[in-house]
């Protein structure tokens, strides 16, 4: 069994570095803007933040991860007339749906400003500005990693685009040169996204096979992209409405200082979660060739032992924080915040059971259940939804966290089932199935042969 040094020496450090780096600068960025903006002004800011983000979606499309693996697909076969089709089509056609996201959000703000929601509705303004900077640079970083350059490809979006928020943050509250508010932070946001933006263009442009630089004609395949990109943007889209549906529906319910409290009790628990996200970046790709070999029984271990890692790194958050919630959140964020420890409790303890169910999502894609996964997170998010809507209004944050935790739990068992009963691996820290040696019902069915 491969240990986690042997793991990283494979190559995975360097992801792991940028995803350390960047999981610290963006809760820096929170903790700035808290300390600077206070809760009503944070919390402005996040709902806004939120709404652009999921409305990032329908201008993508499923583009990016089309555009990482159809590029990957040209770049083998050197059928750089489809690569050139590929790069023009999707810029074209995220460009175009982000126009309209921004007329949506243009809208969207200009009924906020009629029921005298000023403060939103100029901060959905700046905001809607940072659509297609983000859609265009993430189309950008996904060529990046399907020509290879996979960590290249997370630089823009990952680091550079956080760091220089902070940059810019930074040097305006330190130099009092202009006052800051939500909306100025989320013109600071625009303005690194759009910075971020042209660092990645360049990285492109010099990454770029030399042969597109001879203008091949462009090989088009509309039909064939949209149909591969659809599904794959419905299972960002439903991720993404599990992410943020918590802010939204807060927003819409409760008062802006309870979604700012609320917004920070969500970026320390996510804290908890980091351990599960920073080893799978290392495991994955050795899940995938065990997973080819067969051999299962390897595999089964090494998920075990993943698993075990992630749980170790986030109990002691967790003990902490319940421990030392409100002294925490005091010290870091400010005294308003430390009314958020039960929601951040709450988080807490639902970003535990996530580490504890370990990579299950990862191994039911690669044993082909994507359909499962699938129906699993529609179910997940129909009842972070649901609760969302029946626990916000009467409880505020502290509800937003029940029905965010339930759907946690929900979605990782669910998946935990099928991938038991479907690839044959038990994913939990501590497995309540013998190691698989044959795989499961998904292996010893060929292509062609069908399935429950």
């Known amino acids: 069994m491969l240990s986690l040094k042997a793991l990283l020496k494979k190559g995975g450090i360097a992801s792991l570095a940028v995803k350390l780096t960047n999981t610290a600068m963006v809760f820096g960025i929170s903790v700035l803007l808290a300390r600077t903006l206070g809760a009503d002004g944070f919390g402005i800011y996040s709902f806004v933040l939120a709404m652009v983000q999921i409305l990032v979606l329908p201008a993508a499309v499923g583009l990016p991860q089309l555009v990482v693996r159809e590029t990957a697909k040209a770049g083998v076969r050197k ?9 023009q089509w999707a810029s074209r056609s995220s460009l175009i749906f982000s126009l309209i996201m921004i007329v949506v959000l243009t809208g969207i703000a200009k009924l906020m400003s009629l029921i005298g929601e000023e403060g939103r509705a100029s901060t959905l303004l700046a905001g809607a500005l940072l659509i297609p900077f983000v859609a265009l640079g993430r189309l950008r970083d996904g060529a990046l990693r399907g ?19 902070i940059i810019f943050v930074f040097s305006l509250v330190t130099t009092n040169f202009y006052p800051l508010s939500a909306t100025v932070a989320m013109a600071l946001n ?17 990454a770029t096979p030399v042969h597109l630089s001879e203008n091949p004609t462009p090989d088009l395949d509309k039909s064939g992209w949209w149909a591969a990109a659809i599904p794959l943007g419905m299972m960002a889209g439903l991720n993404m409405i599990n992410q943020h549906a918590d802010i939204l529906l807060l927003g819409v319910f409760r008062p802006d200082d309870e979604v700012g409290v ?5 970026q ?24 080819a070999s067969e051999n299962f029984a390897s595999l089964q271990r090494l998920v075990t032992v993943s698993a075990r890692l992630t749980s170790l790194l986030a109990i002691p958050i967790v003990v902490v924080y319940w421990v030392l919630g409100e002294r925490f959140l005091s010290l870091i964020f400010g005294d308003e915040f430390a009314i958020g420890y039960l929601a951040m409790s709450i988080l807490a303890a639902g970003q535990l059971m996530n580490a504890l169910f370990g990579s299950v999502k990862a191994i039911l894609n690669m044993g082909g259940c994507e359909r499962e996964s699938m129906r699993a997170m529609m179910w997940g998010v129909g009842i972070n939804l649901t609760l969302n809507i ?12 029940i029905a965010t935790a339930a759907s946690v739990v929900f979605w990782n068992a669910r998946l935990w089932v099928v991938a038991r009963r479907r690839v044959g691996i038990d994913t939990l820290a501590i497995p309540v199935s013998r190691p698989s040696t044959r795989g499961g019902k998904f292996m010893s069915q060929r292509p062609g042969q069908g399935g429950s």
């Open 79 to 87: 059928d750089w007339g489809r690569l050139r089709g590929l790069w």
């Open 147 to 165: 020509l290879g350059k996979v960590i290249i490809g997370q630089v823009s979006d990952m680091i550079i685009r956080p760091l220089l928020l």
């Open 190 to 206: 625009v303005s690194a996204a759009a910075c971020a933006f042209l660092f990645g263009a360049f990285l492109l442009r010099r």
């Open 262 to 266: 609320y917004r920070v009790a969500v």
């Open 268 to 291: 320390a628990a996510m804290l908890v979660a980091f351990g599960l996200h920073a080893i799978e970046m290392v495991v994955i790709p050795q899940f995938a060739r065990l997973y």
């Open 390 to 401: 029946i626990l916000v209004p009467p409880f505020g944050g502290n509800g937003a966290a």
